[in-house]
T-cell receptor
């Protein structure tokens, strides 16, 4: 079964500083990887996803993530953080296997990002 | 998110009472899911549906039941609410293919007192 670890529960960065959120996954085959963002009181919004090709993927809001198979990692990065980026971020790994053949996403426990002005 | 709505957005109920949460989609997606979100646990799958009248259990299904009589609606019922079911509940939809992500609703905050 697949699993996701987000080792940082909370991260604080200053506005304008760079950001890297860590994600490690466990999955026996080629993983399908996702990053979601959740603003307070809102649902989760897809930031980016990886399933093949270039290991550096670009997403919305200036975010990017790099897939490193040798490290089983899919870390999220942003060169310059804005105060509006304060939110909770979830990494997820996808696989087929639900009854009915659907895709199942397994989520990490999230990283809460605080941005200091 | 556009195409998926949850109701109610907030609810306070008493222990032992039945509660039904509704998820409605306009995207005609085959798959629908109910998750609960709790601090330190991330999102955990309660139940999901892969078609009308086709449902199955997730990892935290005890105390919950679901129904899907129409493609667009997926109901989550707490038969007899307990304080441990105080949580934020999210509905999600998916077309089901591997590279597709989920689209989430805005959530229902349920408090059981």
């Amino acid at each position: 079964a697949q699993s996701v670890t987000q080792p940082d529960i909370h991260i604080t960065v200053s506005e304008g500083a760079s950001l890297e959120l860590r994600c490690n996954y466990s999955y026996g085959a080629t993983p399908y990887l996702f990053w979601y963002v959740q603003s307070p009181g809102q649902g989760l919004q897809l930031l980016l996803k990886y399933f093949s090709g270039d290991t550096l993927v670009q997403g919305i809001k200036g975010f990017e993530a790099e897939f490193k198979r040798s490290q089983s990692s899919f870390n999220l990065r942003k060169p310059s953080v804005h105060w509006s980026d304060a939110a909770e971020y979830f990494c997820a790994v996808g696989a087929l296997g639900l009854t009915g053949g659907g895709n199942k996403l397994t989520f990490g426990t999230g990283t809460q990002l605080k941005v200091e002005l | 998110d556009a195409g998926i709505t949850q109701s109610p957005r907030h609810k306070v109920t008493e222990t032992g009472t039945p509660v039904t949460l509704r998820c409605h989609q306009t995207e005609n997606h085959r798959y629908m899911y109910w998750y609960r979100q709790d601090p330190g646990h991330g999102l955990r799958l309660i139940h999901y549906s892969y078609g009308v009248k086709d449902t199955d259990k997730g990892e935290v299904s005890d105390g919950y039941s679901v129904s899907r009589s129409k493609t667009e609606d997926f109901l989550l019922t707490l038969e007899s609410a307990t304080s441990s079911q105080t949580s934020v509940y999210f509905c999600a939809i998916s077309e089901g293919y591997l590279a597709g992500g989920y689209t989430f609703g805005s959530g229902t905050r349920l408090t059981v007192v």
